[in-house]
Every structure is written in structure tokens, then in C-alpha cells.
């Protein structure tokens, strides 16, 4: 889940206690699914700096599709690793 990868560890730097769960999940294109939060009380979030670059740490790349030919997210796929520099294994 997406906002497990992205959003959660985010708010976690900024003192937000949240549980995510995937109740159940059919394609987010198509619709439907169901995912509950579980958000602790507090005063206020911790301020983020998000201003210093750092090492990049892990590269991933993923290409939904549903009622279209796999190889358009495939085209994705490869136009991001060549963009990118991307290899394989990080698709």
C-alpha cells in the first residue's frame, strides 16, 4: 500500500502515531477495497526538513494498469529506467 511507503514513514519523523490495515483490495483503478487507520491523539507534529539531500536509499518503480495491454505499463516501466538509470531489478 502506498501510503504505508510514502505517507507513514513521513508522519512517523514527525511524532504521528498511525497503523494502517488492508481490510481487503481489489484494483485501486477499478475501485473498491477497504483499508482502516488507527490515528493516536496528539499536540502537534514535530517539524520536517526535508530541505538537505541525502543518499538515496532504495529506488522502486511500479506500473498499475487494468482493461490495457501489459506491455503499456511495460513501456512505463522502461521509459522511467532510462530516464532514471534505473535497472531492472529496481522496476
Known amino acids: ?17 498511525v497503523e494502517l490495515g488492508l481490510q ?11 483499508w482502516r487507520a488507527r490515528i493516536q ?6 517539524k520536517l526538513d526535508l530541505t538537505e539531500r541525502c543518499e538515496s536509499l532504495r529506488c522502486k518503480a511500479l ?15 522502461a521509459q522511467i529506467s532510462k530516464l532514471c538509470g534505473w535497472l531492472d531489478e529496481h522496476l
Open 63 to 77: 506500473a498499475s494498469s487494468v482493461n490495457i495491454p501489459a506491455h503499456v505499463g511495460q513501456r512505463e516501466l
Open 41 to 46: 491523539p496528539l499536540i502537534s507534529l514535530l
Open 1 to 17: 500500500m502506498v501510503l504505508q511507503a510514502v505517507l507513514l514513514p513521513l508522519l512517523t519523523r514527525m511524532g504521528a502515531g
Open 24 to 34: 481487503y483490495s481489489v484494483f485501486h483503478l477499478a475501485g473498491g477495497g477497504s
